[in-house]
């Protein structure tokens, strides 16, 4: 009887043990391969609200449930938003019917030029589920900087009068709206689809 | 036969347990806290060049704030980055770059030409330590908003704010607030060195123990 006991205590400690350790080698190995930076813990990120085509106010609180993408651009971007905003709409294609668990949004770093109509339609242009949002200069800085994003306007710049510089990484807030990952620029289609094939099954 | 199978599993299982809560409780690996993300900015420094968050990316960053007509309330904040700065050497980031930004909170008054002016008697080199400033509303953004530093003009014409050592890593994510008055050099020293640490073992198996001191919040300070 009291062996019999102790086999079992034996046995629930053995459990246990194996649950915790194994707990413990999946957190830390669970990672494939990713293409960006994996924040683990997340951080906290910060809530907005920015206004899209037709008025209509979009940000990630009411993405609850879903990855929420965010990239900072503008229409009138000759090279990194274009190419970026392309890739992410070939990852989402990539991703089939999962694509519906992740939104893009295109947060404009060019409020003169960018009405909210236009950076949707822009973004809408590389995906249809995509949105664009823009505010006015204070507000786009504020939620760029707080996402670690700077934007610089310069006028040393293109055809079009002028050029904005800015940060050109893209980021991933989890289901939960906190940032998982960050991507830098030139993260190939494949490589987004794969993190977040991944981000989709956590 | 068989029990003695088992008893040695159970051992070596306890022997598992007791590592994890080893670790748990000795903590033998220290990091700092990943907090939240630094603010994104573009500001401008004594020499006139732009400066953003991205020049910095990959560069551990110790960020300050004072003004230049500020005299002795900022004095001790000035001597504690010289020292930091000429103590640098002595801390082995794995070849990560240090750097420190004083980011000035009398930005209407605090132009380029007068930060280039103060910068020699600061000890302000331009390139390790680089004094900084920019519109009054985006220095206000990054500063109240980014960094949670407040600052507010006074009527005599000073600035009153609280002194903030703000460390920030190579990602870009704020890894110590010192907040409570002005940090001994060699508490500022001893955090760089932490991340030094953690960039040295960011590959091979050492990187899982500083993962799991993360996750365990071993967390030096």
């Given at each position: 009887?009291?062996?019999?006991?102790?086999?079992l205590?034996?046995?629930?400690?053995?459990?246990?043990?194996?649950?915790?350790?194994l707990?413990?080698?999946?957190?830390l190995?669970?990672?494939?391969?990713?293409?960006?930076?994996?924040?683990?813990?997340?951080?906290?990120?910060a809530?907005?609200?920015?206004?899209?085509?037709?008025?209509?106010?979009?940000?990630?609180?009411?993405?609850r449930?879903?990855?929420?993408?965010?990239?900072?651009?503008?229409?009138?971007c000759?090279d990194?938003?274009p190419?970026?905003?392309q890739?992410?709409g070939?990852?989402?294609?990539?991703?089939?019917?999962r694509?519906?668990q992740?939104?893009?949004?295109?947060?404009s770093?060019?409020?003169?030029r960018?009405p909210?109509?236009a950076i949707?339609?822009?973004?809408?242009?590389?995906?249809?589920?995509?949105?664009?949002?823009?505010g006015?200069?204070?507000e786009l800085?504020?939620?760029?900087?707080?996402y670690g994003?700077?934007?610089?306007?310069?006028?040393?710049?293109?055809?079009a009068?002028?050029?904005?510089?800015?940060?050109a990484s893209?980021?991933?807030?989890?289901?939960?709206?906190?940032?998982?990952l960050?991507?830098?620029?030139d993260?190939?289609a494949?490589?987004l689809?794969?993190?977040l094939r991944?981000?989709?099954?956590? | 036969m068989?029990?003695k199978?088992?008893l040695?599993?159970?051992?070596?299982?306890?022997?598992?347990?007791?590592?994890v809560a080893?670790f748990?409780i000795?903590?033998?690996?220290?990091?700092?806290?990943?907090?939240?993300?630094?603010?994104?900015?573009?500001?401008?420094d004594?020499?006139?060049q732009?400066?953003?968050?991205?020049d910095?990316?990959?560069?551990?960053?110790l960020?300050?704030f004072?003004?230049?007509g500020?005299?002795?309330?900022?004095a001790t904040?000035?001597r504690t980055?010289?020292a930091?700065?000429?103590?640098?050497?002595?801390?082995d980031?794995?070849?990560?770059?240090?750097?420190?930004?004083?980011?000035s909170?009398?930005?209407?008054?605090?132009t380029?030409?007068?930060?280039?002016?103060?910068?020699?008697?600061?000890?302000?080199?331009g390139s390790?330590w680089?004094?900084v400033?920019?519109?009054s509303?985006?220095?206000k953004?990054?500063v109240?908003?980014?960094f949670?530093v407040?600052?507010?003009?006074r009527?005599?014409?000073?600035?009153r704010?609280d002194?903030?050592f703000?460390?920030v890593?190579?990602?870009?994510?704020?890894?110590?607030?010192?907040?409570?008055?002005?940090?001994?050099p060699?508490?500022?020293?001893?955090?760089?060195?932490?991340?030094?640490?953690?960039?040295r073992?960011?590959?091979?198996?050492?990187?899982?123990?500083y993962?799991?001191?993360?996750?365990?919040?071993c967390?030096?300070?």
């Amino acid at each position: 009887m009291i062996r019999t006991r102790f086999l079992l205590a034996g046995l629930a400690l053995m459990l246990l043990g194996t649950g915790s350790a194994l707990a413990l080698g999946a957190r830390l190995n669970r990672t494939p391969e990713l293409h960006g930076t994996l924040l683990d813990p997340p951080l906290p990120a910060a809530e907005f609200a920015l206004t899209s085509g037709g008025g209509r106010l979009v940000g990630p609180p009411q993405f609850r449930g879903k990855l929420v993408v965010l990239f900072f651009g503008f229409t009138h971007c000759p090279d990194v938003c274009p190419l970026t905003m392309q890739r992410l709409g070939a990852a989402m294609r990539e991703l089939g019917d999962r694509a519906e668990q992740v939104q893009v949004i295109l947060v404009s770093v060019d409020p003169e030029r960018d009405p909210p109509d236009a950076i949707d339609a822009y973004a809408k242009r590389f995906h249809p589920s995509f949105v664009g949002v823009t505010g006015t200069e204070d507000e786009l800085r504020a939620v760029a900087s707080s996402y670690g994003i700077f934007f610089a306007r310069n006028d040393a710049g293109s055809e079009a009068g002028y050029s904005v510089d800015h940060s050109a990484s893209t980021l991933v807030l989890d289901r939960d709206g906190q940032l998982r990952l960050i991507w830098p620029f030139d993260t190939t289609a494949e490589a987004l689809a794969s993190d977040l094939r991944y981000l989709v099954r956590r | 036969m068989k029990h003695k199978l088992l008893l040695g599993s159970v051992l070596a299982l306890m022997g598992v347990l007791v590592g994890v809560a080893f670790f748990a409780i000795a903590q033998p690996v220290q990091v700092l806290p990943r907090m939240a993300l630094a603010p994104g900015y573009a500001l401008v420094d004594q020499n006139g060049q732009r400066l953003t968050n991205e020049d910095l990316r990959g560069s551990i960053v110790l960020y300050t704030f004072a003004y230049t007509g500020c005299g002795e309330p900022c004095a001790t904040i000035e001597r504690t980055m010289r020292a930091v700065a000429a103590r640098l050497d002595e801390v082995d980031t794995g070849g990560a770059p240090v750097r420190l930004i004083t980011i000035s909170v009398d930005p209407e008054r605090d132009t380029p030409e007068t930060l280039r002016a103060a910068a020699p008697a600061l000890g302000s080199d331009g390139s390790t330590w680089r004094l900084v400033s920019g519109e009054s509303r985006v220095v206000k953004q990054v500063v109240g908003g980014g960094f949670g530093v407040f600052y507010e003009p006074r009527p005599d014409g000073a600035v009153r704010f609280d002194p903030a050592f703000v460390l920030v890593d190579g990602w870009g994510i704020t890894r110590a607030r010192n907040r409570i008055g002005v940090p001994e050099p060699d508490m500022l020293l001893d955090q760089i060195r932490l991340l030094g640490n953690e960039i040295r073992a960011s590959t091979g198996v050492a990187r899982y123990a500083y993962e799991a001191a993360h996750l365990f919040s071993c967390y030096a300070y």
